[in-house]
């Protein structure tokens, strides 16, 4: 797989696929049995999560994974704090951040009294105050009704374009996934079958077999 700078690449698969899993061994979460990870050219495979951050790639979580105790405001702070940002500096992005995404009002609240969508929303923007270079996003979108998706993809656009990131998609929600990305790759099973276009990906024979599942049984899209 390669992400590249300024690009949304959409990650899908069936149930089982390897999507997570393969989030996991590029942000040093698990130990890669095969294969090297480069982020810029340096070879990355093995470093501890904290270092791959520090390095300039980010991601969010397929569940929601905030401090719950602590402020809206704190969670993103601990964002830039953690990649060696001056706690003035971490402050600054924090306010920044929160305003963008229009939660400067609940800045001040703790993050496990926030509505679902918001706590979604204060992890992100918890990852985007690292600055990353690159930024791998684990279904943003679960549990969103459809207003509150499609507020999403316009930030993830805006992100993309303001901070010239690359950003990679797992997400299950295939109107999220159509709507969002330039490039779709699709595991099936832990192997590529298909790179492409929505377009292309959409009328690829391969793809369409792994999601009715007409070789090895039904399996239900994520």
């Known amino acids: 797989m390669q992400l590249r700078s300024g690009e949304i690449l959409g990650l899908i698969g069936p149930n089982g696929a390897g999507k997570t899993t393969l989030v996991n061994a590029l942000t040093g979460f698990q130990k890669p049995t095969e294969g090297r990870v480069f982020l810029d050219d340096v070879d990355i495979t ?29 969670n993103v702070e601990l964002g830039a704090l953690g990649v060696g940002a001056s706690r003035k500096e971490a402050r600054t992005r924090a306010s920044e951040l929160l305003e963008r995404m229009h939660l400067a009002d609940r800045a001040d609240r703790k993050a496990g009294t926030l509505p679902y ?55 299950h929600d295939m109107r999220v996934i159509m709507g969002l990305c330039e490039r779709i790759q699709v595991l099936d099973y832990g192997k590529t079958i298909s790179v492409g276009t929505p377009t292309e990906v959409q009328r690829d024979p391969a793809v369409i077999t792994a999601y009715l599942g007409t070789k090895r049984g039904a399996r239900a899209s994520a």
Not at 51 to 59: A, C, P, Y
Not at 154 to 159: D, G, N, R, T, W
């Open 46 to 74: 093995g470093w501890a999560p904290h270092r791959i951050g520090r390095r300039g790639l980010g991601r969010t979580f397929q569940g929601v994974r905030i401090f719950r105790e602590l402020t809206a405001f704190e």
């Open 117 to 171: 969508g918001d706590e979604r929303r204060i992890g992100l923007l918890r990852v985007l105050a690292m600055l990353p270079a690159f930024l791998m996003l684990d279904e943003p979108a679960a549990g969103m009704n459809e207003a509150e998706s499609d507020d999403l993809m316009a930030a993830v656009a805006e992100i993309r374009d303001e901070f010239g990131c690359g950003v990679l998609v797992i997400e």
